[in-house]
Each structure stands twice: as C-alpha cells, then as structure tokens.
C-alpha cells in the first residue's frame, strides 16, 4: 500500500498481516487494523497492538514530480 505523509512524502507497506498474512485495509485515523485478529500498525507499519509481533513490510518509496519510484530493501 502506498500512504501520502505529506505533499512530497510517500510511504510503502506491505498489505499483509505479519501475524498470519491476512490483508490489512488502508489506515483510519492514522491506525492500520487487521481484521482477522485485531494487530494493529501506525503509519510507519510499526505494531502498535498485537498479536502481531514484527512491522509490515516497508519499502523505499521515493516522489519525484509525478514519478513514484518503489524499491524492495530486503536483504
């Protein structure tokens, strides 16, 4: 999922649960919720609530103009 922080600021998630891989919707208020067991992840994919224990996925996500450029970090 790709989240707007702000007029030039993007940032990249992946969209699944890292609990059980269940998709997650896109943020309310600022709080992205699992809707299989209720894990919950701030803007940045940090758990905040679990039973998740690890961040959602993140990538490199840069807006230059109207060009969105997204790179997988992992190792």
């Known amino acids: 999922m790709i989240l ?4 030039t600021g993007v940032t990249a998630l992946s969209s ?3 609990h059980l891989g269940c998709e997650v919707p ?3 208020n600022g709080l ?6 209720h894990a919950n992840f ?7 609530r679990g039973p ?7 990538y ?3 807006l ?3 060009i969105l450029t997204i790179t997988d970090t992992a190792g």
């Open 4 to 7: 707007r922080t702000s007029e």
């Open 16 to 18: 699944k649960c890292t």
């Open 26 to 28: 896109l943020p309310e």
């Open 32 to 37: 992205i919720e699992c809707p299989c067991h």
């Open 42 to 48: 701030d803007m940045t994919g940090k758990v905040t």
């Open 52 to 58: 998740a224990k690890l961040p959602l996925h993140s």
């Open 60 to 62: 490199s996500a840069v």
């Open 64 to 66: 230059n103009g109207s």
